[in-house]
């Protein structure tokens, strides 16, 4: 059971590339959502979505987009890399009912440069 | 909006010994969730233990504990006989209910456990 998958692990960035953080869950959960956590920081909330189709900003979104085609996937774009998202970034997923804990992946350590 | 503060950005517990550490929630809903979620140094968000708010009972999982305070708006978690892999970052993080909307997160609390 794969649970959250997120590609890549690790990446660097030089100032003004542009990149897709993959994220795909075999759960078939309806919410998923990414976060960024800074160093010695908890996570912050970039975007979100409920089902299919449907996307929201967090509280950080400026900098990144988000699409959701399938239950399954939910990449995240950064276009025009900086420095200040130099991060880790987790993708999680939840049920809509039953269960209400989120469930994580691995995270992405991105370093722009 | 609701907010989640952790006061103890570190915190340090002798082996088999016990920690409780804070956690505050500010809302103004009455139904919630709480969890406590564990981040060892391998970066993975693990979950320790959750709490409905409807739930007057403390939630329990083998040697972690919660103490909710729901008036107080509270919400500690005790680690029992503590054990050399209970060191990592721990967040307490909040979700309203039904499930419509996100977690958030406190800053965290770096555990060490010492020997």
């Known amino acids: 059971n794969a649970g959250v998958t997120q590609t890549p692990k690790f990446r660097i960035l030089k100032i003004g590339q542009s990149m897709t953080l993959q994220c795909t869950q075999d759960m078939n959960h309806n919410y998923m959502y990414w976060y960024r956590q800074d160093p010695g920081m908890g996570l912050k909330l970039i975007y979100y979505s409920v089902g299919a189709g449907i996307t929201d900003k967090g509280e950080v979104p400026n900098g990144y987009n988000v699409s959701r085609s399938t239950t399954e996937d939910f990449p995240l774009r950064l276009e025009l890399a900086a420095p200040s998202q130099t991060s880790v970034y987790f993708c999680a997923s939840s049920p809509q009912w039953g269960r209400t804990e989120a469930f994580f992946g691995q995270g992405t350590r991105l370093t722009v440069v | 909006a609701q907010t989640v503060t952790q006061s103890q950005p570190e915190m340090s517990v002798q082996e088999a010994e016990t920690v409780t550490l804070s956690c505050t929630y500010d809302t103004s809903e009455s139904d919630y969730y709480l969890f406590w979620y564990k981040q060892p140094p391998s970066r993975q968000m693990i979950l320790v233990i959750r709490q409905e708010a409807y739930k007057q009972q403390n939630a329990t999982e083998n040697r972690f504990s919660v103490n909710f305070q729901k008036a107080a708006k509270s919400f500690s978690l005790k680690i029992s006989d503590s054990q050399l892999g209970d060191a990592a970052m721990y967040f307490c993080?909040?979700?309203?209910?039904?499930?419509?909307?996100?977690?958030?997160f406190g800053t965290g609390t770096r555990l060490q456990v010492f020997p």
């Open positions: 993080a909040y979700r309203r209910e039904p499930n419509t909307d996100k977690l958030i």
